[in-house]
């Protein structure tokens, strides 16, 4: 017997379903949601899709509260990895790799370490010099490639300058590469048949779903166009369906960037606003459509504390619902990292 994933069905892609946990979750989720909001779904055809052509809409941003949703979504990946032991005597194996001592990366790779503890998953860590070469990391790389016991492999970036990331992406096999950067996994997304979907993009898409959020005939606008978020999310939403059904894909979609001329214009078109820019509070109040969604992808320190790329005070006063940073889109990166580990040993 076959495990079965947190995805609600089949993408065109080699990943099998939880329909009945989807169900369950928004089922959990309605029942938190008071009586306003309810009447709210009701006459808008959804808990957070606000008519925005409104304008004398009393908006009350609804946070998106990514945290408490990861901590969901990895119960349901702990219970999968649980039968997939008890069904195939396999257990799921992460290995990372770290190459120097990059005080982030170190923090990056704890929780990783952790949330596969946390789901029963083994995790496997390799830590290299800062003087580590090209060469060595590719050694190290291969070993783990040919290991049968490890069904997916982390590379920590940034690698230091005497390393080419790119050819170091390149060399992890497809099959085991569950950040979804190499050529061929981006080639199968970009087709809409994915064997893993990228971790942050997905996780994009998952609070969208779990909330309710649909995208089919919405206009999305994605600011910033990195390989690792805007071009996947990109990607995703514009295709005809998705592993949570055709509601979640269907979008028209926009990828905004540094060069994009008059950007408040288009931000303000946006029934859902993704942020993936890297600049902190870029977004402001007045780029954002009234009653529309933000999703905040963006983490920067500032001396205040951990801010996102959209100013959360002036998006709160705007739009209908939010994510915070930090706590929103940063676990659920972390959680479709463990389920892609999952769909490799599966």
Request: glycine content about 6%.
């Amino acid at each position: 017997m076959e495990p079965r994933s947190l995805l609600a069905r089949e993408w065109l892609g080699p990943v099998v379903a939880l329909e009945a946990a989807d169900r369950r979750a928004t089922n959990d989720l309605r029942a938190t949601l008071p009586p306003a909001i309810e009447s709210e779904q009701d006459r808008y055809h959804g808990p957070f899709n606000r008519d925005s052509r409104r304008e004398d809409f009393a908006v009350t941003a609804i946070k998106l509260d990514g945290k408490a949703l990861a901590i969901q979504i990895q119960a349901e990946i702990a219970d999968q990895v649980s039968r997939l032991k008890e069904t195939r005597g396999i257990q799921p194996c992460l290995a990372t790799v770290l190459v120097g001592e990059d005080p982030a990366s170190q923090v990056y790779i704890r929780n990783k370490l952790a949330a596969c503890e946390r789901v029963g998953m083994i995790s496997r860590h390799v830590t290299l010099p800062n003087t580590t070469t090209q060469a060595e990391l590719l050694g190290a790389l291969s070993e783990l490639n040919a290991d049968d016991s490890v069904h997916g492999i982390l590379v920590q970036l940034p690698l230091p300058e005497q390393i080419d990331s790119m050819v170091v992406l390149d060399a992890i096999a497809p099959h085991k590469d569950v950040d979804a950067f190499h050529p061929h996994n981006v080639g199968l997304l970009s087709q809409g048949r994915p064997h893993f979907l990228p971790c942050t993009p997905h996780g994009v898409v998952q609070v969208l779903a779990r909330h309710q959020i649909t995208t089919a005939g919405k206009e999305v606008v994605i600011v910033g166009r990195s390989d690792i978020v805007g071009k996947p999310l990109a990607l995703m939403l514009a295709q005809k369906d998705s592993h949570l059904g055709p509601e979640y894909a269907n979008a028209t979609v926009t990828l905004a960037h540094s060069r994009t001329a008059n950007l408040a214009d288009v931000t303000r078109r946006a029934d859902i606003l993704v942020a993936a820019i890297g600049k902190p509070e870029f977004i402001r109040g007045a780029m954002i459509k009234p009653s529309a969604v933000v999703i905040d992808v963006g983490i920067n320190r500032i001396e205040r504390g951990l801010v996102g790329d959209v100013h959360y005070a002036e998006a709160c006063e705007v739009a209908s619902a939010i994510t915070p940073v930090p706590g929103g889109i940063g676990p659920l990166t972390v959680t479709m990292l463990l389920h892609n580990t999952l769909t490799a040993a599966s």
